[in-house]
């Protein structure tokens, strides 16, 4: 695929709201015994075409979470939403998660899987259908769902970048 122009966006000027997306209780084992500790994937959004992820470790969930969220903060990407829904299909993958997102009409509401569901929708995308081939691990879907989401243009970005008027992008 070509280069991509991901969007990020400054995480003061904008109020963001968390979604744990799973969590994880790993051991290490040691000559003591077992040594318990939490990782867990954040998803965070302002539901209004920004969102971003991140994954937190530590010793006790609570901690795990708030580490997951400032991880999320520093990764956030801007994506188009035109009524709702995405501008076209695309097509995303990471690692073994491949997604694929197609526009919606209105009132179809979110039909995704787990992991991509809290992506979408802390992105503000009401209306929205998409499936998870692949790898079902929630660190793949979400990393592949968020790619899928930064290589979204919309028409007048598309115009810009070929420099021609709007009304041809549609015209051809």
Known sequence: MSTI?????KTSEIELKDRLVSIQRVAKVTKGGRTFSFSAIVVV????GVVGYG??????VTE???????????NLVKVPIING??????????????VFIKPAANGTGVIAGGAMR?????????????KSKGSSNPHNVVKATVAALSQ?????TVAQH???????VFNG
């Open 5 to 9: 122009n991901i969007k990020r966006v």
């Open 45 to 48: 959004g302002d539901e209004n």
């Open 55 to 60: 994954l937190g470790k530590a010793k006790e």
């Open 64 to 74: 795990a979470i708030a580490k997951g969220v400032d991880d999320a903060k520093k």
């Open 85 to 98: 829904t995405v501008p076209h299909e695309q097509y995303g993958k990471f690692s073994g998660g491949f």
């Open 118 to 130: 809290a992506v979408l929708e802390s992105a503000g995308i009401h209306n929205v259908l998409a």
């Open 152 to 156: 979204m243009r919309d028409a007048y």
């Open 162 to 168: 070929r420099s021609i008027n709007l009304g041809k």
